[in-house]
């Protein structure tokens, strides 16, 4: 059975830095073959695409969020990291991490994900 379990949300303050990991399991070891992402949903507006990265480990980052913050993959550790520096209020959200085991590239505009985790919050205060 395949788990994405997400951790390191919380609160900081504008400006403030987390990084937010995602342990899969039951992907294990061709969990790196796949398309991984991060998605994220605040309140009242849809679900977006932040980050994601490919079997090959190319990325891709959604306009709001480049040079701020990095998408990475731990082989050895089957972890997913997504780490968030210069944080904003917009910023705020719960994060998703997501696989798409179908795919070694992600699907563009947005990957299109068949598994998904729990969700970790994001709030950012000013």
């Known amino acids: 059975q395949v788990q994405l379990v997400e951790s390191g949300g919380g609160s900081v303050q504008a400006g403030g830095s987390l990084r937010l990991s995602c342990a899969a399991s039951g992907l294990t070891y061709t969990y790196t073959k796949y398309c991984m992402a991060w998605f994220r949903q605040a309140p009242g507006k849809e679900r977006e695409g932040v980050a994601d990265i490919a079997g090959d480990g190319s990325t891709s980052y959604a306009d709001s969020v480049k040079g701020r913050f990095t998408i990475s993959k731990d082989f050895g550790k089957n972890t997913l990291y997504l780490q968030m520096n210069s944080l904003k209020p917009d910023d705020t959200a719960m994060y998703y991490c997501?696989?798409?085991?179908?795919?070694?590239?992600?699907?563009?505009?947005?990957?299109?994900?068949?598994?998904w985790g729990q969700g970790t919050q994001v709030t950012v205060s000013s």
């Open positions: 997501a696989a798409d085991s179908r795919k070694y590239y992600c699907s563009r505009p947005t990957p299109t994900p068949n598994y």
